[in-house]
């Protein structure tokens, strides 16, 4: 999780057309947890784990005039739980994918918002 376009100063002037370029580099592959300067230019963004779902050993930045560590463990399990994935919304039956993902907004007979109240349509921005 680095972001190289932001923290080399000049770099993103130096590079940043030719990463845009394909015919210079055809394929660009991120694995990072958000979007960023780097990750922006990717073609494909893999997710990576969170400091909250995640074991670790942390130090704190360079020039700290004393030597410490601290361990780190996982406080939210971000994969799979089964009591979600055997749940079923109770407006549309459906059943919920059991993994954190995102859902559209549905009516209570499962038209989706945007159908039934186009963006265009609504009061504020």
């Not at 958000?34 to 400091?51: C, H, K, Q, W």
């Not at 074991?55 to 939210?76: D, F, L, N, Q, Y």
Request: some cysteine; charged content about 20%; proline content about 11%.
């Amino acid at each position: 999780m680095a972001n190289p376009m932001y923290g080399v100063p000049g770099l993103a002037n130096l590079l940043g057309d030719k990463l845009k370029d394909p015919k210079q580099l055809p394929l660009i592959v991120s694995v990072d947890a958000f979007i960023n300067e780097t990750t922006a230019l990717s073609d494909y963004i893999v997710p990576d784990t969170v400091t909250d779902e995640s074991w670790g050993m942390t130090s704190p930045w360079h020039g700290v005039p004393t030597k410490t560590v601290t361990a780190r463990w996982p406080i939210v399990n971000a994969f799979w739980n089964e009591k979600v994935g055997t749940s079923r919304n109770t407006m549309t039956g459906e059943y919920y994918s059991g993994c954190p993902t995102w859902y559209p907004q549905k009516l209570a007979d499962g038209t989706p918002l945007e159908e039934k109240y186009p963006v265009s349509e609504w009061p504020l921005p």
